[in-house]
């Protein structure tokens, strides 16, 4: 509320009462004039010096105007030939004041972390002008909008707080300045806007147009920033494709000059096709500057006007200017108004801004060091370690290996210091003169930017309370330089101060704070040891004396702390080693030497490494840095050891020994852990107590020059000028192979798509495959005599591509892993083009391959698998506004549905042409300041990836030129490489059904776009703010993290890829969705997947997509207010803001029933055993889950309380408060609907047929006790929909499509009244609540109304059949509801709510509800509920509609207003609300009920159930929590004794097969983990009590297909499908070993015992089994600890005919007999249906149980001698293996592929497909 008074727009002028100078200041000459263009007073400021003659607001500098709007509107005219400056104050989010200044008088941007400064300048109508000078003599009153978000998001990467003060400075009349949210358009007004998206400028701000004149001849609009324009050489033909939308944010370019043609450029007429220049001009000589992207162009014609806000741009035809008009263009960082002759000007097509902005986030690092390896710290809490990659500032917990960051270094970070609080971090960057920057360490927010009095820093010390920061470097004539800087008000807002400054002669190779004494230093280096001391503002120093070691070169220092923590300065004593091996240790009160030792090598006689170190005379190994903790120094040396010693230095304690040379050693705050850097990129830690040493980071040691990612196995290959190829996992970040190669360097990489190998080209021409699995080199191919600059493979892996330096094209075969040449061209490829990822280009079909060649100006593209010549392209066209010739740097193939080839160029351009004709379809114009090697587009088409220099477009980070760009497989993640390798999160949304554009992709409305109103309403109306989304929370799809969690400001956070999220919505006021916590994981897959793996806009509201010919919804609710809707429109008046754009048609599936599977009748083959009818051995205690593919399968009644929804064939009637269920059984298929009677007494539910009815059953239900009352088969086909007449008298049925059959049953007896066969299939039923005669049917473009009449006994039908008025739209009516006599609500299944007078029959009123088709209307007292396919649940005011039916077509068309919104995670398919609307459940296809409350704008999940099957169920050790997985990706921990959901985790595009929970040997309760196996071959580790995945690995390389951990929790045996069976560690995430003894069928079943295996004849602590489906099962014995495995067993048991399976065979399951070890129970397909069960000490099976049918699943009961075993006949048997009796049970609809007991055997889980029982069994 407290931005409410700058709403719609605030004048600022008269908000501050400029007129009387108390709150605004002026200064020189001021003045007040009439102006005669404006016919009013404006403000005069003029005077020779800009400085001294000015208007301000507000009067002081230490006040604040407090303007919040977005943009600035200056209304002002520059006085001719003078200038002119314009200051604005603006601060940000963080408090950080930034003047931001435009002027005549700059002549370039110049930019710093606290002022931008931006030419403008306003330049006649003349070719031949400077850029920059004085204002023109015919300068215009100018409209200056100024974009204050996007100007410090695009150009300092700020967020926009607030406007803080404005000063105006001579030369120039001002009018007033405005401030605003909306995006107005000053050149439209009147009714010009009532047919445009725009919204117009208030009559206030206005420019006086006179009648017949144009505003554009009057003056000029100038828009900053805004959207790139471009100049085109040629009109864009019709059959053009539209522009896509690329990724393309602003970034600084030279400003170029315009350049004026004198003839037009000839096009060749060879087949060789040309792309135009982009200054070139046909047909006439114009003056064209070159377009930029900040400013855009106010044109001359409204029709043709855009006001969309910067960010959303509509895509607009091209336009012809006329002379008069003025376009306004920016170049990178530069403005410029330029009045020019008639130029072409396009409008660049970008469909939406990038929300959240900005659009990357880095999510991972590998790399370490840059400038050295020296610099790598521990936090004072010994959790994390800090060190720098390049120019990124690394935070790395140790624990979980998760990274945070700290960026803003344009070059390499040379040194770091952390205080001892952890509040302050200091760093400083390489290059001369030396930025250094201060950062609040917990948020990672920057809090000063200040530059070193020294050119290059070496090192940095702080103090202890971080007060003092000490640095040492060199000055510009190279002397060694030491600043000390007070830092103690960094904190509290204040600056940094220099406190003392010193030069010395002497060396300093390191320096420290000692933590006794701030103002006491000590450093070290060539032959001195000095201390030193700050007193009164100067730093002096005095040597300490060495004695003979004065000669030393000395490399580090450290001081010695005392154990109590608290030494005196007197007990002081520094640590000091040199190269020579030699460790003082210094008396720092005396300054002498009290102890000096020196490391020696001892060498074994003939041994050649050292065995052993002692201090004595000799060669030393020369020591680079040493760290002291109470107990110990730690020491490293230059011969790769890191070693500890005690303080005496007696003996070694404990030694690592490093791939290089220790550069830099650490001891943690505990002394527990030794962190260590070497020279060659590695960074470890050396746990002292468990003596093992673990990684945290490697690295290039140089430069990286391509990089290739692997899809399957989630890796990612490296090359690098370092000569070697690593292989890193992309999930984790750490390295798994490293291939070294020293003479031949690698140059390019890629992987096979389908196999373990990888190629790599070398310098020396030669490629070479290697393979993953035996690390060895394969195949060695040396057809090219130049270095390898190209390599690529197609999609399905049968063809690889190499280019050469020298010019040549090699195709090979890899169809067979022994690959081989099949074609070397050549002369083919550009010779001297450097290597590049982006070389070689082949299409996403495979067909084709591009390349620039066979010179730098053309393109070439040819067949793959023949290598025709089908395409050449001249890139090389004459470039006249530089006059050189352009040149091709890159190619990239789009979508293969689109058919597009990017190529990039040596100009800075991206031209996107046709690739098979060649034609040009879009040029992207200065998309980087300097060309880009390197470009991919996302497989969708939306984003194009650029990198160049030392940014990937505008992200910096990078402190080298980026080699190398690329999408992850599941294009949710960019990798760069070039200093490091980073992986940065896509932040952007995606859009699912939005595959290929093929079409324009739909615009967004900007927020300037304010709401439509007709004809009829005011033109001078003050136009309204854009109607925002509604406050209330949405619930997110599942696996949509809605909400960034905690710590996302710069703390350690999880990212989208993985982490913790809780389904709750924006942070900004929105409502909570209650729901468990969710781990939400994006997985590679099918074009299209994955749509919603990020939150849509700020709000983080996940938006259902659109399909790309579908008009965008064109109105949202308001925000505690009511707004009029737009896009409403009454039937029968001329609409014809539509008429050319076509409308989507939806089919009205989502209304359609259909059962999950057609089943059979439990009981209805022979041999079955029911259960008795006193009771059985089970009863049903709960159901999880909710039939999301019903429709209108759930009931509530608010007064009564009662709730009943289905679940398969039962109907759950449960107890809301309590969470009591009572289950009424007897349907034999799927239950499609429930309807329940006014008087709340009877529910009727009716179902499908089954294999035993030929008819659907319903079944009427007492509700008071349960009771099936009646039973009647109406129907041959699905029963539709069921409806009770308002006085109960009469049910209707409907019939699905098929049957398409309304039956009338009088509720009495229940006979049959009436029936009749409907002409064309219907949707939906309803009766007429006033009146109990009528009926209505909705369907393929008509309206039924039927009129029922009673004689005596008798009741016959009469209908009236009304067809859709064509305004309706096409699409068919999907859903009804009766509201206020007479009026019937219908929705369609193009989005469109109608409403018919039941009285007149005929439709009056039509609004576009929604994009999907409508499935669901409710309606109560004014108010109506919609519901779609598209998950969106809104409640719409129409208390005026019954106005409208009595004015007809004439009435105003904006009385529906939509008062809430919520996004449900599936299409809504059942609601039921209170009689006031307030609060309701509504059911999904999601297979979720929510409850939903209007007022508190919040939906709380009430029962989820799984989407698809769930594959396994397990229980917590404690059977307090058990765990499902699905096949829709997710696993789900429950509370076992509610049944509640607790924790979710998703991954999506995959699905989750098996599911395996920690035994509880395996550590504390909190320590439980589950492990999740998936179909890409990934195992991932969870852990429970975090909530968070702790590793991910892959073992296997196709789907796994079952999971077990072994009995001491430290090993996981997983099986694949095809056969082989991987141990793997848990904690590493290493397999190390893999059996393939069951190679070629899949592993059905994994079973792991704890049992002594001596009565068996062998050793080993667990005894496990795998069954796998070719009836084969072998045990086995193992000691994982001894790495020790043995077979104990194998049995094989025989086939069964295939008729007796109908071809699809069962499972094979076996299992260890829990009540007797020695049995092991197996069942599978043979020759008998049998149990069968083998003695594994007496080598024979013992008993044979009979089964009715093959098993689809079995479980042992653990207490009792129970056998559960489940079939594909929808039944569930107990066997009592101890009395040879059996129980059959009913209740599932689909087959019972899964049944688990519970460890206490008190429960028993079944389930069959997505549905799960919780059975009791009585009596334990």
Same mark, same amino acid.
Not at 265 to 282: D, N
């Given at each position: 509320?407290?931005?409410?008074?700058?709403?719609?727009?605030?004048?600022?002028?008269?908000?501050?009462?400029?007129?009387?100078?108390?709150?605004?200041?002026?200064?020189?000459?001021?003045?007040?004039?009439?102006?005669?263009?404006?016919?009013?007073?404006?403000?005069?400021?003029?005077?020779?010096?800009?400085?001294?003659?000015?208007?301000?607001?507000?009067?002081?500098?230490?006040?604040?105007?407090?303007?919040? =709007?977005?943009?600035?509107?200056?209304?002002?005219?520059?006085?001719?030939?003078?200038?002119?400056?314009?200051?604005?104050? !603006?601060?940000?989010?963080?408090?950080?004041?930034?003047?931001?200044?435009?002027?005549?008088?700059?002549?370039?941007?110049?930019?710093?972390?606290?002022?931008? *400064?931006?030419?403008?300048?306003?330049?006649?109508?003349?070719?031949?002008?400077?850029?920059?000078?004085?204002?023109?003599?015919?300068?215009?009153?100018?409209?200056?909008?100024?974009?204050?978000?996007?100007?410090?998001?695009?150009?300092?990467?700020?967020? %926009?707080?607030?406007?803080?003060?404005?000063?105006?400075?001579?030369?120039?009349?001002?009018?007033?300045? %405005?401030?605003?949210?909306?995006?107005?358009?000053?050149?439209?007004?009147?009714?010009?806007?009532?047919?445009?998206?725009?919204?117009?400028?208030?009559?206030?701000?206005?420019? +006086?147009?006179?009648?017949?004149?144009?505003?554009?001849?009057?003056?000029?609009?100038?828009?900053?920033?805004?959207?790139?324009?471009?100049?085109?050489?040629?009109?864009?033909?019709?059959?053009?494709?539209?522009?896509?939308?690329?990724?393309?944010?602003?970034?600084?370019?030279?400003?170029?000059?315009?350049?004026?043609?004198?003839?037009?450029?000839?096009?060749?007429?060879?087949?060789?096709?040309?792309?135009?220049?982009?200054?070139?001009?046909?047909?006439?000589?114009?003056?064209?500057?070159?377009?930029?992207?900040?400013?855009?162009?106010?044109?001359?014609?409204?029709?043709?006007?855009?006001?969309?806000?910067?960010?959303?741009?509509?895509?607009?035809?091209?336009?012809?200017?006329?002379?008069?008009?003025?376009?306004?263009?920016?170049?990178?960082?530069?403005?410029?108004?330029?009045?020019?002759?008639?130029?072409?000007?396009?409008?660049?097509?970008?469909?939406?801004?990038?929300?959240?902005?900005?659009?990357?986030?880095?999510?991972?690092?590998?790399?370490?060091?840059?400038? /050295?390896?020296?610099?790598?710290?521990?936090?004072?809490?010994?959790?994390?370690?800090? %060190?720098?990659?390049?120019?990124?500032?690394?935070?790395?917990?140790?624990?979980?290996?998760?990274?945070?960051?700290?960026?803003?270094?344009?070059?390499?970070?040379?040194?770091?210091?952390?205080?001892?609080?952890?509040?302050?971090?200091?760093?400083?960057?390489?290059?001369?003169?030396? !930025?250094?920057?201060?950062?609040?360490?917990?948020?990672?927010? &920057?809090?000063?930017?200040?530059?070193?009095?020294?050119?290059?820093?070496?090192?940095?010390?702080?103090?202890?309370?971080?007060?003092?920061?000490?640095?040492?470097?060199?000055?510009?004539?190279?002397?060694?330089?030491?600043?000390?800087?007070?830092?103690?008000?960094?904190?509290?807002?204040?600056?940094?101060? #220099?406190?003392?400054?010193?030069?010395?002669?002497?060396?300093?190779?390191?320096?420290?704070?000692?933590?006794?004494?701030?103002?006491?230093?000590?450093?070290?280096?060539?032959?001195?040891?000095?201390?030193?001391?700050?007193?009164?503002?100067?730093?002096?120093?005095?040597?300490?004396?060495?004695?003979?070691?004065?000669?030393?070169?000395?490399?580090?220092?450290?001081?010695?702390?005392?154990?109590?923590?608290?030494?005196?300065?007197?007990?002081?004593?520094?640590?000091?080693?040199?190269?020579?091996?030699?460790?003082?240790?210094?008396?720092?009160?005396? $300054?002498?030497?009290?102890?000096?030792?020196?490391?020696?090598?001892?060498?074994?006689?003939?041994?050649?490494?050292?065995?052993?170190?002692?201090?004595?005379?000799?060669?030393?190994?020369?020591?680079?840095?040493?760290?002291?903790?109470?107990? $110990?120094?730690?020491?490293?040396?230059?011969?790769?050891?890191?070693?500890?010693?005690?303080?005496?230095?007696?003996?070694?304690?404990?030694?690592?020994?490093?791939?290089?040379?220790?550069?830099?050693?650490?001891?943690?705050?505990?002394?527990?852990?030794?962190?260590?850097?070497?020279?060659?990129?590695?960074?470890?830690?050396?746990?002292?107590?468990?003596?093992?040493?673990?990684?945290?980071?490697?690295?290039?040691?140089?430069?990286?020059?391509?990089?290739?990612?692997?899809?399957? @196995?989630?890796?990612?290959?490296?090359?690098?000028?370092?000569?070697?190829?690593?292989?890193?996992?992309?999930?984790?970040?750490?390295?798994?192979?490293?291939?070294?190669?020293?003479?031949?360097?690698?140059?390019?990489?890629?992987?096979?798509?389908?196999?373990?190998?990888?190629?790599?080209?070398?310098?020396?021409?030669?490629?070479?495959?290697?393979?993953?699995?035996?690390?060895? !080199?394969?195949?060695?191919?040396?057809?090219?005599?130049?270095?390898?600059?190209?390599?690529?493979?197609?999609?399905?892996?049968?063809?690889?591509?190499?280019?050469?330096?020298?010019?040549?094209?090699? *195709?090979?075969?890899?169809?067979?892993?022994?690959?081989?040449?099949?074609?070397?061209?050549?002369?083919?490829?550009?010779?001297?083009?450097?290597?590049?990822?982006?070389?070689?280009?082949?299409?996403?079909?495979?067909?084709?391959?591009?390349?620039?060649?066979?010179?730098?100006?053309?393109?070439?593209?040819?067949?793959?698998?023949?290598?025709?010549?089908?395409?050449? !392209?001249?890139?090389?066209?004459?470039?006249?506004?530089?006059?050189?010739?352009?040149?091709?740097?890159?190619?990239?193939?789009?979508?293969?549905?689109?058919?597009?080839?990017?190529?990039?160029?040596?100009?800075?351009?991206?031209?996107?042409?046709?690739?098979?004709?060649?034609?040009?379809?879009?040029?992207?114009? =200065?998309?980087?300041?300097?060309?880009?090697?390197?470009?991919?587009?996302?497989?969708?088409?939306?984003?194009?990836?650029?990198?160049?220099?030392?940014?990937?477009?505008?992200?910096?980070?990078?402190?080298?030129?980026?080699?190398?760009?690329?999408?992850?497989?599941?294009?949710?993640?960019?990798?760069?490489?070039?200093?490091?390798?980073?992986?940065?999160?896509?932040?952007?949304?995606?859009?699912?059904?939005?595959?290929?554009?093929?079409?324009?992709?739909?615009?967004?409305?900007?927020?300037?776009?304010?709401?439509?109103?007709?004809?009829?309403?005011?033109?001078?109306?003050?136009?309204?703010?854009?109607? +925002?989304?509604?406050?209330?929370?949405?619930?997110?799809?599942?696996?949509?993290?809605?909400?960034?969690?905690?710590?996302?400001?710069?703390?350690?956070?999880?990212?989208?890829?993985?982490?913790?999220?809780?389904?709750?919505?924006?942070?900004?006021?929105?409502?909570?969705?209650?729901?468990?916590?969710?781990?939400?994981?994006?997985?590679?897959?099918?074009?299209?997947?994955?749509?919603?793996?990020?939150?849509?806009?700020?709000?983080?509201?996940?938006?259902?997509?659109?399909?790309?010919?579908?008009?965008?919804?064109?109105?949202?609710?308001?925000?505690?207010?009511?707004?009029?809707?737009?896009?409403?429109?009454?039937?029968?008046?001329?609409?014809?803001?539509?008429?050319?754009?076509?409308?989507?048609?939806?089919?009205?599936?989502?209304?359609?029933?259909?059962?999950?599977?057609?089943?059979?009748?439990?009981?209805?083959?022979?041999?079955?055993?029911?259960?008795?009818?006193?009771?059985?051995?089970?009863?049903?205690?709960?159901?999880?889950?909710?039939?999301?593919?019903? @429709?209108?399968?759930?009931?509530?009644?608010?007064?009564?309380?009662?709730?009943?929804?289905?679940?398969?064939?039962?109907?759950?009637?449960?107890?809301?408060?309590?969470?009591?269920? *009572?289950?009424?059984?007897?349907?034999?298929?799927?239950?499609?609907?429930?309807?329940?009677?006014?008087?709340?007494?009877?529910?009727?539910?009716?179902? /499908?047929?089954?294999?035993?009815?030929?008819?659907?059953?319903?079944?009427?239900?007492?509700?008071?006790?349960?009771?099936?009352?009646?039973?009647?088969?109406?129907?041959?086909?699905?029963?539709?929909?069921?409806?009770?007449?308002?006085?109960? @008298?009469?049910?209707?049925?409907?019939?699905?499509?098929?049957?398409?059959?309304?039956?009338?049953?009088?509720?009495?007896?229940?006979?049959?009244?009436?029936?009749?066969?409907?002409?064309?299939?219907?949707?939906?039923?309803?009766?007429?609540?006033?009146?109990?005669?009528?009926?209505?049917?909705?369907?393929?473009?008509?309206?039924?109304?039927?009129?029922?009449?009673?004689?005596?006994?008798?009741?016959?039908?009469?209908?009236?059949?009304?067809?859709?008025?064509?305004?309706?739209?096409?699409?068919?009516?999907?859903?009804?509801?009766?509201?206020?006599?007479?009026?019937?609500?219908?929705?369609?299944?193009?989005?469109?709510?109608?409403?018919?007078?039941?009285?007149?029959?005929?439709?009056?009123?039509?609004?576009?509800?929604?994009?999907? =088709?409508?499935?669901?209307?409710?309606?109560?007292?004014?108010?109506?509920?919609?519901?779609?396919?598209?998950?969106?649940?809104?409640?719409?005011? #129409?208390?005026?509609?019954?106005?409208?039916?009595?004015?007809?077509?004439?009435?105003?068309?904006?009385?529906?207003?939509?008062?809430?919104?919520?996004?449900?995670?599936?299409?809504?398919?059942?609601?039921?609300?209170?009689?006031?609307?307030?609060?309701?459940?509504?059911?999904?296809?999601?297979?979720?009920?929510?409850?939903?409350?209007?007022?508190?704008?919040?939906?709380?999940?009430?029962?989820?159930?799984? @989407?698809?099957?769930?594959?396994?169920?397990?229980?917590?050790?404690?059977?307090?929590?058990?765990?499902?997985?699905?096949?829709?990706?997710?696993?789900?921990?429950?509370?076992?004794?509610?049944?509640?959901?607790?924790?979710?985790?998703?991954?999506?595009?995959?699905?989750?097969?098996?599911?395996?929970?920690?035994?509880?040997?395996?550590?504390?309760?909190?320590?439980?983990?589950?492990?999740?196996?998936?179909?890409?071959?990934?195992?991932?580790?969870?852990?429970?009590?975090?909530?968070?995945?702790?590793?991910?690995?892959?073992?296997?390389?196709?789907?796994?297909?079952?999971?077990?951990?072994?009995?001491?929790?430290?090993?996981?045996?997983?099986?694949?499908?095809?056969?082989?069976?991987?141990?793997?560690?848990?904690?590493?995430?290493?397999?190390?070993?893999?059996?393939?003894?069951?190679?070629?069928?899949?592993?059905?079943?994994?079973?792991?015992?704890?049992?002594?295996?001596?009565?068996?004849?062998?050793?080993?602590?667990?005894?496990?089994?795998?069954?796998?489906?070719?009836?084969?099962?072998?045990?086995?014995?193992?000691?994982?600890?001894?790495?020790?495995?043995?077979?104990?067993?194998?049995?094989?048991?025989?086939?069964?005919?295939?008729?007796?399976?109908?071809?699809?065979?069962?499972?094979?399951?076996?299992?260890?007999?829990?009540?007797?070890?020695?049995?092991?129970?197996?069942?599978?397909?043979?020759?008998?249906?049998?149990?069968?069960? %083998?003695?594994?000490?007496?080598?024979?099976?013992?008993?044979?149980?009979?089964?009715?049918?093959?098993?689809?699943?079995?479980?042992?009961?653990?207490?009792?001698?129970?056998?559960?075993?489940?079939?594909?006949?929808?039944?569930?048997?107990?066997?009592?293996?101890?009395? /040879?009796?059996?129980?059959?049970?009913?209740?599932?609809?689909?087959?019972?592929?899964? &049944?688990?007991?519970?460890?206490?055997?008190?429960?028993?889980?079944?389930?069959?497909?997505?549905?799960?029982?919780?059975?009791?069994?009585?009596?334990?």
């Amino acid at each position: 509320m407290a931005r409410a008074w700058q709403h719609p727009f605030l004048n600022v002028f008269r908000h501050f009462r400029v007129d009387e100078w108390k709150r605004s200041a002026k200064q020189g000459d001021v003045a007040v004039v009439t102006d005669k263009t404006l016919k009013g007073a404006v403000y005069r400021i003029r005077g020779s010096v800009s400085a001294a003659n000015y208007i301000q607001l507000p009067k002081s500098s230490t006040q604040s105007l407090g303007l919040t =709007g977005r943009y600035l509107y200056v209304l002002f005219r520059p006085l001719p030939s003078k200038h002119f400056v314009i200051h604005l104050d !603006v601060s940000s989010k963080d408090n950080q004041v930034i003047r931001v200044s435009f002027s005549n008088l700059f002549k370039e941007f110049k930019s710093t972390a606290t002022w931008l *400064q931006f030419p403008l300048v306003l330049e006649a109508r003349t070719p031949q002008r400077d850029l920059v000078g004085l204002a023109p003599s015919g300068a215009r009153w100018t409209c200056l909008q100024l974009d204050l978000q996007d100007v410090l998001l695009v150009y300092l990467n700020r967020c %926009y707080g607030h406007l803080k003060s404005i000063r105006l400075c001579a030369s120039l009349l001002v009018r007033n300045l %405005y401030t605003s949210d909306l995006c107005f358009e000053p050149a439209i007004s009147g009714a010009q806007w009532a047919k445009l998206p725009v919204t117009p400028m208030p009559r206030e701000m206005a420019f +006086p147009v006179p009648k017949g004149e144009s505003w554009h001849d009057r003056y000029i609009h100038v828009r900053f920033p805004s959207e790139s324009l471009k100049v085109p050489s040629k009109p864009i033909e019709k059959s053009c494709s539209p522009p896509e939308a690329v990724l393309l944010g602003p970034g600084p370019q030279p400003l170029p000059c315009p350049v004026a043609s004198s003839k037009p450029v000839r096009f060749s007429v060879s087949p060789v096709v040309q792309t135009p220049s982009p200054t070139a001009q046909s047909g006439r000589a114009a003056l064209a500057p070159r377009p930029f992207p900040e400013v855009s162009l106010s044109q001359e014609r409204s029709d043709a006007s855009n006001a969309d806000g910067p960010g959303f741009h509509s895509l607009e035809p091209w336009a012809q200017l006329e002379a008069s008009d003025i376009h306004t263009a920016a170049a990178g960082t530069h403005v410029l108004t330029h009045e020019s002759a008639e130029v072409p000007v396009a409008r660049t097509g970008s469909c939406e801004g990038f929300l959240p902005d900005p659009v990357l986030r880095l999510k991972g690092v590998i790399g370490f060091g840059g400038h /050295g390896t020296r610099q790598a710290l521990w936090t004072p809490d010994g959790a994390a370690v800090v %060190y720098p990659c390049h120019a990124v500032i690394v935070v790395l917990l140790v624990d979980t290996g998760e990274q945070r960051f700290f960026l803003g270094h344009t070059d390499k970070v040379s040194a770091l210091a952390l205080d001892g609080s952890s509040s302050l971090l200091a760093s400083a960057q390489a290059r001369a003169p030396s !930025v250094m920057r201060l950062w609040d360490f917990q948020t990672g927010r &920057c809090l000063c930017l200040f530059r070193s009095p020294m050119h290059v820093v070496c090192s940095l010390s702080f103090s202890d309370s971080g007060a003092l920061l000490c640095g040492v470097g060199k000055d510009h004539h190279g002397r060694t330089m030491v600043v000390a800087w007070g830092t103690g008000q960094v904190g509290l807002g204040g600056e940094v101060v #220099v406190l003392a400054k010193a030069h010395t002669d002497f060396d300093v190779q390191a320096f420290r704070v000692t933590f006794f004494d701030e103002t006491r230093m000590a450093s070290c280096g060539q032959g001195s040891v000095r201390l030193w001391r700050l007193r009164g503002g100067v730093l002096r120093s005095c040597p300490v004396d060495l004695g003979e070691h004065h000669a030393l070169q000395f490399t580090d220092l450290a001081f010695k702390q005392a154990r109590d923590g608290c030494p005196e300065p007197s007990a002081a004593m520094l640590f000091v080693c040199s190269r020579s091996g030699h460790i003082l240790e210094i008396d720092c009160q005396r $300054m002498v030497v009290r102890h000096a030792r020196r490391l020696l090598p001892t060498r074994t006689p003939g041994g050649p490494h050292p065995q052993k170190q002692t201090f004595s005379s000799g060669p030393g190994i020369a020591i680079s840095s040493l760290s002291v903790s109470p107990a $110990m120094c730690a020491v490293g040396s230059e011969d790769g050891f890191l070693r500890l010693w005690p303080l005496d230095f007696s003996s070694v304690l404990l030694e690592a020994e490093h791939e290089g040379p220790v550069s830099s050693v650490c001891v943690s705050p505990d002394g527990l852990r030794v962190l260590s850097a070497t020279s060659s990129g590695h960074l470890g830690f050396l746990d002292t107590l468990s003596r093992v040493y673990h990684m945290l980071a490697r690295s290039h040691t140089a430069p990286v020059l391509a990089l290739a990612m692997e899809q399957r @196995r989630g890796q990612l290959a490296t090359v690098s000028q370092d000569r070697t190829v690593r292989i890193w996992d992309l999930a984790t970040l750490q390295q798994l192979y490293d291939f070294t190669s020293s003479e031949d360097a690698p140059c390019a990489v890629t992987f096979h798509p389908t196999r373990p190998t990888f190629f790599c080209g070398f310098s020396s021409g030669a490629v070479r495959s290697f393979s993953l699995e035996a690390a060895e !080199v394969l195949v060695e191919h040396t057809c090219h005599r130049g270095a390898v600059t190209g390599l690529t493979a197609t999609p399905d892996g049968r063809l690889l591509f190499s280019s050469c330096s020298q010019g040549s094209l090699a *195709q090979y075969s890899c169809a067979d892993p022994q690959w081989h040449v099949l074609r070397v061209a050549a002369d083919m490829v550009c010779p001297d083009a450097p290597a590049s990822p982006s070389a070689l280009a082949v299409s996403r079909d495979g067909r084709l391959l591009a390349f620039v060649g066979p010179s730098r100006c053309t393109v070439t593209v040819m067949g793959s698998a023949s290598l025709d010549e089908l395409l050449r !392209v001249d890139i090389g066209t004459l470039d006249l506004a530089s006059s050189r010739l352009d040149s091709a740097m890159a190619v990239c193939f789009g979508p293969a549905a689109l058919g597009h080839l990017l190529v990039s160029t040596s100009s800075n351009r991206v031209v996107v042409l046709d690739a098979v004709s060649g034609r040009i379809i879009r040029e992207l114009p =200065g998309v980087h300041p300097e060309p880009c090697p390197s470009l991919t587009l996302s497989e969708d088409a939306r984003f194009l990836l650029i990198a160049a220099g030392r940014t990937i477009k505008v992200y910096i980070g990078h402190s080298e030129p980026v080699q190398a760009v690329a999408f992850s497989p599941d294009q949710q993640q960019v990798l760069s490489a070039g200093d490091a390798v980073f992986l940065w999160d896509v932040l952007a949304p995606t859009e699912s059904d939005q595959s290929f554009p093929g079409a324009p992709p739909a615009c967004k409305t900007g927020p300037g776009a304010g709401p439509l109103e007709d004809a009829a309403s005011r033109a001078s109306e003050l136009p309204r703010q854009q109607v +925002p989304k509604p406050c209330q929370a949405s619930p997110p799809r599942l696996g949509v993290c809605a909400r960034p969690p905690e710590g996302g400001d710069g703390t350690l956070s999880p990212s989208d890829e993985e982490g913790p999220c809780e389904e709750s919505c924006d942070p900004e006021g929105l409502g909570q969705a209650s729901g468990p916590p969710v781990l939400t994981e994006e997985e590679a897959g099918r074009a299209g997947d994955g749509a919603w793996a990020a939150a849509v806009g700020s709000w983080g509201l996940a938006l259902p997509p659109r399909s790309p010919g579908q008009p965008r919804e064109q109105w949202r609710a308001g925000q505690g207010r009511w707004c009029r809707c737009r896009g409403l429109r009454t039937v029968g008046a001329r609409d014809t803001r539509n008429s050319g754009a076509p409308r989507t048609t939806y089919l009205a599936s989502c209304k359609a029933f259909t059962p999950a599977r057609v089943s059979c009748s439990p009981h209805s083959a022979k041999g079955t055993c029911p259960p008795p009818a006193s009771g059985g051995w089970l009863r049903l205690k709960a159901v999880v889950g909710y039939s999301g593919n019903g @429709r209108a399968n759930m009931v509530w009644r608010p007064d009564t309380g009662f709730f009943a929804y289905t679940c398969g064939r039962l109907v759950v009637v449960e107890d809301l408060h309590s969470g009591a269920q *009572q289950h009424w059984s007897g349907h034999s298929a799927e239950i499609s609907t429930l309807a329940l009677s006014h008087s709340a007494q009877v529910l009727a539910s009716a179902s /499908g047929r089954s294999s035993t009815t030929a008819h659907c059953q319903i079944r009427v239900w007492d509700v008071s006790g349960g009771l099936c009352q009646h039973l009647i088969f109406p129907h041959s086909t699905t029963v539709l929909a069921l409806a009770f007449s308002p006085d109960d @008298r009469l049910l209707v049925t409907l019939g699905d499509h098929d049957g398409r059959t309304l039956a009338l049953w009088g509720t009495a007896t229940y006979d049959l009244v009436s029936s009749t066969r409907l002409p064309e299939p219907v949707h939906g039923v309803a009766f007429n609540p006033w009146d109990a005669g009528e009926l209505t049917c909705v369907g393929q473009g008509t309206v039924t109304f039927w009129l029922l009449q009673q004689r005596g006994a008798d009741i016959s039908l009469q209908v009236r059949r009304e067809p859709v008025p064509e305004a309706v739209g096409a699409g068919e009516l999907t859903s009804l509801c009766y509201g206020a006599p007479p009026l019937l609500y219908c929705g369609t299944s193009s989005g469109q709510v109608c409403v018919w007078d039941t009285r007149a029959g005929r439709c009056f009123l039509s609004w576009e509800a929604d994009d999907g =088709g409508i499935g669901l209307l409710l309606f109560s007292g004014s108010r109506l509920v919609s519901g779609s396919s598209t998950g969106r649940l809104r409640l719409w005011a #129409v208390g005026a509609v019954s106005e409208l039916r009595c004015k007809g077509s004439g009435a105003r068309s904006s009385s529906v207003f939509m008062e809430h919104e919520l996004v449900l995670d599936g299409a809504v398919v059942s609601a039921s609300f209170d009689d006031s609307v307030d609060m309701g459940v509504v059911g999904t296809t999601a297979g979720t009920l929510w409850f939903v409350s209007w007022a508190e704008g919040t939906s709380t999940r009430l029962i989820s159930g799984h @989407r698809s099957k769930v594959n396994e169920v397990v229980f917590s050790p404690g059977e307090s929590h058990c765990a499902t997985c699905s096949e829709d990706g997710s696993v789900r921990v429950w509370a076992l004794a509610s049944m509640e959901l607790v924790i979710q985790f998703q991954v999506l595009n995959q699905s989750c097969l098996c599911l395996a929970w920690s035994p509880p040997c395996c550590g504390r309760p909190e320590q439980q983990r589950l492990a999740a196996g998936y179909g890409d071959g990934s195992l991932r580790i969870f852990s429970v009590s975090r909530t968070a995945m702790e590793l991910k690995m892959h073992p296997h390389p196709v789907a796994l297909t079952t999971v077990a951990f072994s009995t001491d929790g430290q090993t996981v045996l997983s099986g694949d499908k095809d056969g082989l069976v991987a141990v793997s560690h848990p904690c590493t995430g290493t397999t190390f070993r893999v059996l393939s003894d069951h190679q070629g069928a899949p592993i059905s079943t994994i079973c792991v015992t704890c049992k002594e295996c001596e009565d068996l004849g062998v050793e080993g602590t667990d005894l496990w089994l795998a069954a796998s489906g070719d009836q084969r099962v072998s045990v086995w014995a193992s000691d994982w600890l001894r790495n020790h495995c043995e077979l104990v067993d194998w049995l094989s048991f025989p086939m069964p005919a295939t008729t007796e399976t109908q071809g699809h065979l069962p499972p094979s399951l076996a299992a260890f007999c829990p009540w007797d070890g020695a049995l092991l129970m197996y069942v599978g397909p043979g020759v008998y249906k049998e149990v069968i069960i %083998y003695n594994l000490c007496q080598k024979q099976v013992v008993e044979k149980i009979p089964l009715p049918f093959f098993a689809m699943s079995l479980s042992l009961s653990p207490g009792t001698h129970l056998l559960a075993v489940g079939f594909a006949e929808c039944m569930l048997r107990l066997v009592d293996c101890a009395m /040879g009796t059996a129980q059959d049970f009913a209740g599932h609809d689909n087959a019972v592929h899964l &049944c688990r007991f519970t460890p206490s055997a008190r429960l028993l889980f079944t389930a069959a497909r997505n549905e799960i029982l919780v059975w009791e069994v009585p009596g334990l």
